[in-house]
């Protein structure tokens, strides 16, 4: 099939578009939205499928709207990932469902898919995943070698706002001791030098590296002795959880039911309950190059189920029982 992303960014770019190349599908981005444009790529590349994803630069309610508008005009299924569930569905995906109607919603959200199916929503559940072409194992660079990493935006107005939010604690439990403790980590993503209302102290300048382009971040997780994996949800995990695993990175996280559903714990990977903890594993591992060594390869292994070739295929099989798309 040919299958037209509407997307403008540069994560969604990569990873599911992967994976629907893997099985054999020609994959385009759209680039950006415009009157003209939208039709334009409609009538030169006549796609079987479109998919538009996320929380991007052009989300905005009149080019939601013109999305339905063309892809309706042409006969052509419009599908929706959303990946910004639980938190921000109602303030977010609701209004876009509602603008876009899009013919079938796939959601990172197990329970918002239940949510969204009693409000009459065609809608399933797609997690994130992984993809070998991008997050796969790297030889470590001097460059980014450190002992501790975090890879991560801080998005210190989410926590301002939503006080009763998992990452709060996730940050409490993982980040926070080390810091307390003068444990160095660095911390690559936005906005971490605004975080000294939720670390009790500034991060040193010299620990925060800021802005990391996504194609990078294997490097980071090659490259760093510990990564950690900050968590969201208790019941479900990040998208970096997939992807640091898939990278062969060491990742230590909190010990949540969604993190046990996915990895061993102890095996595939480094679970803490506590501040406490956080600070004993870290010690312990550091000195531990070995027990890193077998945690991260058999995470790794245990990983290997969870690409995005699998998302595309089961994604494409609910499309096609639902006689969206054909055979092909």
Known sequence: MRILFFENGTIWSRGLPDGLRDLGHTVRMSGPLTKRRIPAILASFRPHLIVNVGWGPDHIGKKQIWMRKWARAARIPLVYWSTEDPHFTKRFTLPLIRRMRPDYVFTISAKTARTFRKLGIAAAHLDFAFHPSLHRRLKPSKKYACDIAVVANAYPSVLRKAPGHFRRKAIRMLVRPLLQHGIRIDFYGRDWDKMKPYLGRRIPRRWIHGYLPYRDASKVYSS?????????????????????????????????????????????????????QTVRMVRRYLKDAAGRERIRRLGRKAIAKHSYTHRARFMLRVLRRRGMIGSR
Do not use: W
């Not at 995990?237 to 640091?244: D, G, N």
């Not at 990742?251 to 990895?263: A, E, F, I, W």
């Open 224 to 276: 760093a002795k510990i990564v950690l994996g900050l968590q969201n949800y208790r019941d479900m995990v990040t998208q970096r959880t997939y992807e640091i695993a898939g990278s062969g990175g060491f990742l230590l996280t909190c010990n949540t039911p969604g993190v046990r559903k996915l990895l061993k714990p102890g095996h595939e990977v480094a679970v803490t309950s506590s501040p406490a």
